[in-house]
């Protein structure tokens, strides 16, 4: 009997696949989830800062969610990410 593996998910800017653990989950609901608990379609991102700001970028993320952004939910969601204007 196989042992269960654990998941693996590649991020939607570098495209590294590396174990779901570690990558940071986005996911759009009524808001913005980041790495909380949330069902459905969501998107994975590396940690490394360049991924997180590539993010809101060329539109990947609309692409992964299958869902078009208004700026203001990228800027939003860059916020949260930590990777928004300062």
């Not at 800017?13 to 608990?37: I, M, N, Q, S, Y």
């Not at 590539?54 to 969601?77: C, I, P, Q, Y």
């Amino acid at each position: 009997m196989r042992s269960q593996s654990e998941p693996v998910r590649t991020c939607i800017v570098c495209r590294a696949r590396r174990p779901a653990a570690g990558l940071t989950r986005v996911k759009f609901e009524v808001g913005w989830v980041v790495d909380g608990p949330a069902k459905g379609r969501g998107a994975y991102c590396c940690p490394a800062p360049a991924c997180l700001e590539g993010v809101t970028k060329k539109g990947r993320l609309a692409r992964a969610l299958k869902r078009n952004f208004s700026d203001a939910e990228l800027a939003t969601l860059a916020e949260a990410l930590g990777s928004g204007p300062e």
